[in-house]
T-cell receptor, first 113, second 114 residues
Framework: QQQVKQSPQSLIVQKGGIPIINCAYENTAFDYFPWYQQFPGKGPALLIAIRPDVSEKKEGRFTISFNKSAKQFSLHIMDSQPGDSATYFC????????????FGKGTKLTVNP | IAGITQAPTSQILAAGRRMTLRCTQD?????MYWYRQDLGLGLRLIHY???????GKGEVPDGYSVSRANTDDFPLTLASAVPSQTSVYFC?????????????FGQGTRLTVV
């Protein structure tokens, strides 16, 4: 059973557009929700993360929206740039616990000039 | 060394051969992980270790083994490689405490089993 479901699998937007990537989870014990960004040939790197005590977190052009009751969270990229083209993974885990980071299947984002 | 180092970067391996992928971290993180990444399947956990001396099975452990003799090293061994183990393998580490749960990834090992 996939613990974190991510959609869409791929996404193409024009420069300046606002791509949105969605994730849903089942385990209500999850309390840490990071997003990782991966460029071709590189390992994933933490982009932004949120805990369930807030509904939104912004870091630069990246925003996480979190809906605890729906068990959903999403990544929004404002004013997207070609350099944002990468694969994005959502993940979830239990803070400080032995629960491992569980990843979604990833979204390949292409931002056209 | 800064962060996590994986070796080799890539490898072509004959089916049936034994292979060890190396992973070393210098951040003194207690937890370490091995993931495999396949197109359309995302990152799947193979094995993990919460602390030196302990290991556990992830989502796809069959055909793989790990050891954690010390804090820094977490090698992944394929005892007898099969073509379905062709993948990109990522090692990661994490300081699991109540404040810091960011996972740091290596650059990956691209393994092709022929």
């Amino acid at each position: 059973q996939q613990q974190v479901k991510q959609s869409p699998q791929s996404l193409i937007v024009q420069k300046g557009g606002i791509p949105i990537i969605n994730c849903a989870y089942e385990n209500t014990a999850f309390d840490y929700f990071p997003w990782y960004q991966q460029f071709p040939g590189k390992g994933p790197a933490l982009l932004i993360a949120i805990r369930p005590d807030v509904s939104e977190k912004k870091e630069g052009r990246f925003t996480i929206s979190f809906n605890k009751s729906a068990k959903q969270f999403s990544l929004h990229i404002m004013d997207s740039q070609p350099g944002d083209s990468a694969t994005y993974f959502c993940a979830a885990s239990v803070q400080g616990g032995s629960e491992k980071l569980v990843f979604g299947k990833g979204t390949k984002l292409t931002v056209n000039p | 060394i800064a962060g996590i180092t994986q070796a080799p970067t890539s490898q072509i391996l004959a089916a049936g051969r034994r292979m060890t992928l190396r992973c070393t971290q210098d951040m003194r993180h207690n937890a370490m992980y091995w993931y495999r990444q396949d197109l359309g399947l995302g990152l799947r956990l193979i094995h993990y270790s919460n602390t030196a001396g302990t290991t556990g099975k992830g989502e796809v452990p069959d055909g793989y083994s790990v050891s954690r003799a010390n804090t820094d090293d977490f090698p992944l061994t394929l005892a007898s490689a099969v073509p379905s183990q062709t993948s990109v393998y990522f090692c990661a580490s994490r300081k699991e405490d109540v404040y810091n749960t960011e996972a740091f990834f290596g650059q990956g090992t691209r393994l092709t089993v022929v």
